[in-house]
């Protein structure tokens, strides 16, 4: 996969634009905000916040009719998604996600962002693979 960060110097955040492999002249993509190297672990309260405001925005979504409830696994203190109920311009079905672990012994984990599930859809790949 190759992966674009764009981070602001200094910044707590960084977002980080993914393209997968090519499959049938086709690449899926995603994009997620996580945490910078070095930056402060996200704690139980902002969890708590930012797993509120994800239902908030979560709840508008579904009112319109195009998404629909989606949530991967529970592997973290967090997760929780939503995903289109249709399929994008490129034909994929898209999710967004909000992942974030504050239970481990290791460092938090936080990662949040949208990404085309299926490696069958996609478009024209746009970054450069080996």
């Known amino acids: ?7 602001v110097p200094g910044s707590r955040f960084v977002v980080v634009e993914a393209e997968y492999p090519p499959d ?13 190297q070095g930056a402060e672990p996200i704690s139980t309260e902002e969890e708590k916040l ?7 925005e979560r ?6 009719g195009r998404h629909e409830y989606w949530n991967p696994d529970p592997l973290f203190s967090t997760n929780l998604g939503i ?29 949040t962002g949208s990404a085309e599930q299926d490696a069958a859809c996609g478009a024209a790949p746009r970054f450069t693979h080996p």
Not at 24 to 35: A, N, Q, W
Not at 50 to 56: E, K, M, N, Q
């Open 59 to 64: 709840n508008d979504l579904l009112s319109t």
């Open 24 to 36: 049938g002249g086709k690449s899926r993509r995603s994009c997620k905000l996580e945490l910078a």
């Open 83 to 111: 995903r289109l109920a249709g399929n994008n311009p490129y034909g994929c079905r898209v999710v967004s996600f909000l992942d974030i672990d504050t239970r481990s012994h290791s460092q938090s984990f936080f990662q």
């Open 50 to 56: 930012l797993r509120a405001t994800f239902f908030v």
């Open 1 to 7: 996969m190759a992966e674009q960060p764009w981070e």
